[in-house]
């Protein structure tokens, strides 16, 4: 009976590629085969950081990983080593990986991880709200009453909340944030972290709205709600 493998959760750039670490690359470097969102987005990656390829990528995504988690975790069982990188940030983290790490708990293999950025913790880091207590959501569900529904059921709650949006839907999102948590509810919304065009926005929610409707809305967005009271 061999060995079992490990699976290594890799953090990857959410922007910067400097932010890769050395172990990342060594983990990268050593695996049996590389689990990942898109293989042409790891697939440049892998040429950035020149590590070879060889055909070892995999996807594993959103559509595939509930019966992948199964298949990967025979392949562990079997002594091979594997790797799971998100296209950008930590796995698991509102991204595929949750079915692969529980279906590994359940069989009692072995996880690890070689950690890195993140972007909820980066626009925490960054925002100037409050970071003792925080609670993470994700993406809301898209409509505009689901949105309120939510901001109403958290209007008084002790922590900051942190929310990623789309560049589609930003304009909407502060619009219900504004109209349901008030124009002086301080928030912070950070646009394009790590990258070139790295923008971030703290202050009363109407006018951080109205900065980010003048700006670029391009990229991904995460927004930072301070908890009720909370003043710069």
Do not use: W
């Amino acid at each position: 009976m061999p060995d079992t493998g490990t699976l290594t959760l890799v953090a990857a750039p959410i922007g910067n590629l400097s932010d890769i670490t050395p172990r990342a690359v060594d983990v990268l470097t050593a695996a049996s085969f590389i689990a990942c969102e898109d293989t042409r987005v790891t697939g440049k990656l892998l040429s950035k950081l020149e590590i070879e390829n060889n055909g070892k990528l995999i996807s594993y995504r959103e559509e595939n990983e509930s019966y992948m988690a199964g298949e990967i975790a025979d392949r562990m069982e079997a002594g091979e080593h594997i790797a799971l990188i998100a296209d950008a940030g930590t796995p698991a983290i509102s991204d595929p990986g949750f079915r692969l790490v529980r279906e590994c708990r359940k069989r009692g293999l072995k996880v690890t991880t070689a950690p890195g950025v993140s972007a909820v913790i980066t626009a925490l880091s960054l925002s100037g709200l409050p970071s003792d207590a925080f609670l993470y959501v994700g993406f809301l569900a898209p409509k505009s009453a689901a949105r309120k529904r939510f901001f109403e059921a958290n209007q008084t709650n002790d922590y900051t909340i942190i929310i990623y949006e789309s560049c589609h839907r930003i304009g909407k999102f502060l619009n219900d944030l504004v109209s349901t948590l008030g124009p002086d509810r301080c928030i912070s919304v950070c646009r394009e972290l790590t990258k070139l065009h790295e923008t971030i926005y703290t202050g009363p929610a109407s006018e951080v709205r109205d900065r980010v409707a003048d700006g670029s809305q391009k990229g991904e967005f995460v927004i930072c709600i301070a908890k009720d009271g909370f003043e710069l």
